[in-house]
């Protein structure tokens, strides 16, 4: 199978071009034959592509523009059809051709094969085997026997929790006990604190007073000195 590619080589449109290079480039890239037909310097060719459109897919005023894709005679698309098989990744199926393996192409076939037809195997349940409870009764079952299973562990459990609790109290009582002593303790040690820095104070200010009257006395000592010497040169 032919892929045919209907271009014009002479058009004087540069969208038409750019999609041109565009279905070109990507067939290129996913390697597939392909054959360019120019409608633009064969008549025959531009006749054959107008004709081979489906009347459907022509644009309003029945003159389809390139590029049109056809495989063989079956037609493709043009180039919007083939742009949204690209975003897609349905490209070899807008062709007609088979994607080769390995190909996201293939992966989604694959897919949609295994959705349409089902291989998943159907489980038949047979009246003669015996089903479990737990798959009869389903969820209920199970809850049922949790239910059982917790009210004897609370039975069982009672008197462990009681003497846990007790346990917890006694635990308790001796914290609080022992955060009071340490408070007292804690309080006594501040109270020697406050003294201890009281009577640093108080000494402090005593040699304040002795080193301030001392300089006092040296200071009357001194006016004498000079008052006496103030005499001894009046005379």
Not at 45 to 54: D, L, S, Y
Not at 132 to 159: K, L, T
Not at 205 to 227: A, F, N, P, V
Request: glycine share 6%.
């Amino acid at each position: 199978m032919v892929i045919k590619v209907f271009l014009a080589s002479s058009s004087g449109s540069t969208a038409i071009k750019k999609k041109q290079q565009d279905v070109v480039g990507f067939l290129e890239a996913l390697k597939v034959d392909y054959a360019q037909l120019d409608i633009a310097c064969n008549e025959e060719n531009r006749m054959w592509m107008r004709q081979n459109v489906p009347e459907d897919k022509k644009p309003a005023n029945g003159i389809p523009l390139p590029p049109q894709i056809f495989n063989e005679e079956g037609y493709c698309g043009d180039y919007d059809t083939f742009f949204d098989a690209k975003e897609d990744n349905s490209v070899y199926a807008f062709l007609g051709l088979p994607p080769p393996p390995g190909s996201k192409e293939a992966e989604q076939a694959d897919k949609a094969h295994i959705v349409e037809n089902g291989n998943h195997a159907e489980e038949i349940l047979d009246d003669s085997i015996e089903v479990p409870v737990e798959e009869r009764n389903g969820d209920a079952h199970v809850e049922e026997e949790q239910a059982e299973e917790a009210d004897e562990e609370e039975g069982e459990g009672g008197e462990e929790e009681a003497e846990e609790e007790a346990a917890n109290d006694e635990a308790t009582e001796e914290e609080t006990a022992g955060d009071e002593a340490l408070a007292e303790e804690e309080e006594e040690a501040v109270g020697e604190t406050d003294e201890a820095q009281a009577e640093e104070e108080e000494q402090e200010e005593e040699d304040l007073q002795s080193e301030e009257e001392e300089e006092l006395r040296q200071l009357e000592e001194e006016e004498e000195d000079l008052e006496e010497t103030q005499e001894e040169e009046a005379e």
